[in-house]
């Protein structure tokens, strides 16, 4: 079997944010999808080692952040390889409190999402978590949004072991 093929399914690159009371967290993911239209939701898939996981599975909340093209590999590093229990990955990031109090990043977004939490499944080592959108803004509509094949085959990014895309290196 040939897993690099799992490579070739579109996918993006996103901040997904949540909060526990006044404590906030956020991190990358790609597995972000719209299931239905009407009523508007949407679903991601979050590992359940994640402090993110806990903190949607606390508030029942989470924000999609739609990440640009251009977004620097070091920004994605701040939420893809850096835990929330060792940093503040909002330090020095600009942010805002959504109209259902999770934090919205608006550094290298073209728009966000904010979504109620309407039920989840458990999958493994992850929850999809599915959501109803209660606000959904775009913020640079001139600006592409960064896909999963950009960031791996133009920007050289990879993904880290909690990633549902992880793929192990075979020595």
Sequence with gaps: MNVETLYKISYGIYIISSNKGEM????VANTVFQIT???????VSINKKNLTHDYISSSKAFAVS????????????????KSGREI???DGVKYK??????????DNSVGYLECQVA???DCATHTVFIGLIKDA???DSKIEPMTYAYYHFIKKGISPENAPTYI????
Excluded: C, R
């Design 24 to 27: 906030i967290n956020g991190q």
């Design 168 to 171: 192990k290196k075979e020595k």
């Design 119 to 121: 039920d989840q499944i």
């Design 88 to 90: 503040n990955k909002f």
């Design 37 to 43: 239209s009407d009523p508007a939701t949407m679903a």
């Design 97 to 106: 409190k959504g109209i259902i109090a999770v934090p919205v990043v608006l």
């Design 66 to 81: 739609i990440l640009n093209i251009d977004t620097p590999l070091n920004f994605i590093g701040q939420f893809g390889f």
């Design 137 to 139: 803004v775009t913020l």
